[in-house]
């Protein structure tokens, strides 16, 4: 019988591949932007029953916000772009090198409304802004309706331990489902492939926010 015994040692640490970047940014000197576009979401909410996609209870906009945004939601399509060119890079070719365009929508999201679990096919990118935090109901520390970001390995919570958590870079366990609570002028910029949605809000008036696709066409 062989009794050898090795006296090894091993190094080795957690090596961080195949990031996925987040743009997490605030406004600032934004609140005659933020009302502009409040406004104009509220003028065109009356005037139009909306669109179904991922909302749940909510309003959801057409998708050509920037025809009737004004000056605001161009400004807002700018920004949101000129974070997705800082995320961005191409082979053999410059950022400047393409046609970036955006589409825009809003969304009101009223008492128990939410957003599925859902992506955005087609795009590079996808970009969330808030604009109007809603209120808490009376008594409650908690208004839910928090924007939340799928792992996108999802097929390990397929696995035969659905408690398994790889742990990360910084040595704690990674979540399968990440939440951001988001406040009024914060605008998120995420890869429009990445699954999201928003949980259900508890408030009790109307929470509004814009959304965007953004992408990246050969200038011709």
Do not use: C
């Not at 406004?27 to 909302?55: H, P």
């Not at 961005?88 to 950022?95: G, K, L, P």
């Amino acid at each position: 019988m062989d009794n050898k015994t090795y006296a090894i040692k091993v190094k080795a640490q957690p090596s961080a591949l195949f990031e996925t970047p987040i743009g997490f940014g605030e406004l600032s000197n934004a609140e005659t932007l933020l009302d502009d576009l409040a406004a104009s979401i509220n003028n065109k909410k009356a005037s139009s029953a909306g669109i179904k996609r991922s909302n749940e209870g909510g309003w959801h906009s057409s998708t050509d916000m920037l025809e009737w945004g004004g000056a605001a939601a161009q400004k807002v399509a700018e920004t949101a772009i000129s974070v997705a060119k800082r995320m961005s890079h191409f082979e053999e070719a410059s950022v400047d090198d393409f046609e970036w365009i955006a589409t825009m929508w809003a969304n009101v999201t009223p008492a128990k409304g939410l957003n599925a679990l859902h992506s955005h096919p087609g795009n590079l990118w996808a970009a969330v802004l808030y604009i109007d935090m809603g209120e808490e109901f009376a008594g409650s520390t908690h208004t839910g309706g928090n924007f939340y970001l799928e792992d996108p390995r999802f097929p390990m919570a397929a696995m035969h331990n659905t408690g398994f958590r790889m742990r990360g870079g910084d040595g704690l366990p990674q979540k399968y489902q990440v939440e951001l609570k988001l406040a009024r002028g914060n605008l998120i910029v995420f890869p429009a492939w990445l699954r999201h949605g928003v949980r259900a809000y508890l408030g009790n008036r109307e929470r509004v926010s814009v959304a965007l696709n953004i992408d990246a066409l050969p200038r011709r």
